[in-house]
């Protein structure tokens, strides 16, 4: 039988070659019902573009590259698992740097996508500050557009799609507050970062909120967003002092420090009430619910996808900041005093 080819779909969708061949690339210009309809057609054909051809007609590779930083943790898993399913909803394929939080990882991630000709980059920041820029440079002089998605290099101009984190902190603060607790400690990273100051600007809107000063020996920094960093700076917390709250900036560092409060014989939340940020699948099935702020990591990866890809096919300047509106969700680790 001889290969299917982009006329055969055409043909089989009831469309011009021209308008197939959009829609198999994603342009815009094809509205989402004749999309719909050429995609199915090529799927029911199965139909398979020669990679090599498209690219030598179009300059273009048709991928986009993502960096996460840690592949541990379930949150970043949902946004592989998303942006993938965007990016090949619109005919792109996905290549995959993790960074571990490396800068130095960072930089070879972005060379080597520079290398493969990726299309444009989707890149969750790292949670130190890089101290050389010259990798974002190097995408700007390709002309390889990109875009941030969770949070964002303030020194980079680029367009970034995340949560409403400083909304998030407050909403969360605002509740631990009005459930009787004064010493509430936070657990963040570098807090000179977007990811961190957004937090941290959240809890102490909450406190001013009600005419209350924020103690700064309640801000506890760390140096990774990690299960064992918040263990290390639970034990810390707790080490001669008392705190009626323990917040921290994400569910997997509030994992490593109810270990710790369980380990040393604290109960959650009848001693001390507990509360993380994301809500990871698994945080409501925890012996210890976890009170926590769910972001809207769908939505989040859709509008991600879509921005890039109008960076990439209408050659548009887009350096706007999206923030998407958090929910604060209730569950057994806090208590009202």
Same mark, same amino acid.
């Given at each position: 039988?001889?290969?299917?080819?982009?006329?055969?779909?055409? #043909?089989?969708?009831?469309?011009?070659?021209?308008?197939?061949?959009?829609?198999?690339? /994603? +342009?815009?210009?094809?509205?989402?019902?004749?999309?719909?309809? !050429?995609?199915?057609?090529?799927?029911?054909?199965?139909? +398979?573009?020669?990679?090599?051809?498209?690219?030598?007609?179009?300059?273009?590779?048709?991928?986009?590259?993502?960096?996460?930083?840690?592949?541990?943790?379930?949150?970043?898993?949902?946004?592989?698992?998303?942006?993938?399913?965007?990016?090949?909803?619109? /005919?792109?394929?996905?290549?995959?740097? &993790?960074?571990?939080?490396?800068?130095?990882?960072?930089? +070879?991630? @972005?060379?080597?996508?520079?290398?493969?000709? !990726?299309?444009?980059?989707?890149?969750?920041?790292?949670?130190?500050?890089?101290?050389?820029?010259?990798?974002?440079?190097?995408?700007?002089?390709?002309?390889?557009?990109?875009?941030?998605?969770?949070?964002?290099?303030?020194?980079?101009?680029?367009?970034?799609?995340?949560?409403?984190?400083?909304? /998030?902190?407050?909403?969360?603060?605002?509740?631990?507050?009005?459930?009787?607790?004064?010493?509430?400690?936070?657990?963040?990273?570098?807090?000179?970062?977007?990811?961190?100051?957004?937090? *941290?600007?959240?809890?102490?809107?909450?406190?001013?909120? *009600?005419?209350?000063?924020?103690?700064?020996?309640? &801000? @506890?920094?760390?140096?990774?967003?990690?299960?064992?960093?918040?263990?290390?700076?639970?034990?810390?917390?707790?080490?001669?002092?008392?705190?009626?709250?323990?917040?921290?900036?994400?569910? &997997?560092?509030?994992? /490593?420090?109810? +270990?710790? #409060?369980?380990?040393?014989?604290?109960? !959650?939340?009848?001693?001390?009430?507990?509360?993380?940020?994301?809500?990871? *699948?698994?945080?409501?099935? #925890?012996?210890?619910?976890?009170?926590?702020?769910?972001?809207?990591?769908?939505?989040?990866?859709?509008?991600?996808?879509?921005? &890039?890809?109008?960076? @990439?096919?209408?050659?548009?300047? @887009?350096?706007?900041? !999206?923030?998407?509106?958090?929910?604060?969700?209730?569950?057994?680790?806090?208590?009202?005093?």
């Amino acid at each position: 039988m001889d290969d299917i080819t982009i006329k055969d779909v055409a #043909l089989a969708a009831k469309v011009s070659i021209g308008t197939a061949s959009m829609a198999l690339n /994603g +342009k815009s210009e094809v509205n989402a019902e004749t999309r719909k309809k !050429v995609l199915a057609a090529a799927d029911r054909l199965g139909y +398979k573009p020669n990679k090599y051809a498209r690219i030598l007609s179009s300059g273009r590779t048709h991928t986009i590259g993502l960096i996460i930083t840690d592949i541990t943790n379930p949150f970043f898993g949902l946004i592989i698992d998303y942006v993938q399913q965007e990016a090949e909803n619109k /005919g792109y394929d996905l290549v995959l740097g &993790i960074s571990g939080g490396s800068r130095d990882k960072e930089r +070879k991630i @972005i060379d080597k996508f520079i290398n493969q000709r !990726v299309d444009g980059v989707i890149m969750v920041p790292s949670h130190k500050q890089p101290a050389d820029m010259q990798h974002f440079l190097d995408l700007r002089e390709k002309n390889i557009p990109l875009c941030f998605i969770t949070a964002y290099y303030s020194e980079v101009d680029a367009p970034c799609v995340m949560t409403d984190l400083s909304a /998030g902190s407050y909403k969360l603060t605002q509740y631990i507050l009005r459930s009787g607790c004064r010493n509430i400690a936070y657990i963040v990273v570098n807090p000179s970062l977007p990811l961190a100051a957004l937090r *941290l600007e959240g809890y102490c809107s909450a406190f001013r909120e *009600l005419g209350i000063d924020v103690n700064p020996e309640c &801000i @506890i920094t760390a140096e990774e967003a990690s299960f064992e960093c918040g263990y290390e700076a639970a034990k810390k917390i707790l080490d001669g002092k008392n705190y009626d709250a323990i917040l921290t900036m994400n569910d &997997i560092m509030a994992l /490593g420090a109810l +270990k710790y #409060l369980k380990e040393s014989g604290y109960r !959650v939340p009848e001693d001390i009430s507990l509360a993380g940020y994301d809500d990871l *699948l698994y945080t409501a099935l #925890l012996e210890t619910p976890l009170t926590t702020v769910r972001q809207p990591v769908q939505p989040m990866c859709s509008r991600a996808v879509e921005i &890039i890809l109008k960076l @990439i096919n209408e050659s548009l300047s @887009i350096t706007e900041k !999206v923030f998407l509106m958090p929910e604060l969700v209730i569950r057994g680790s806090t208590v009202n005093r």
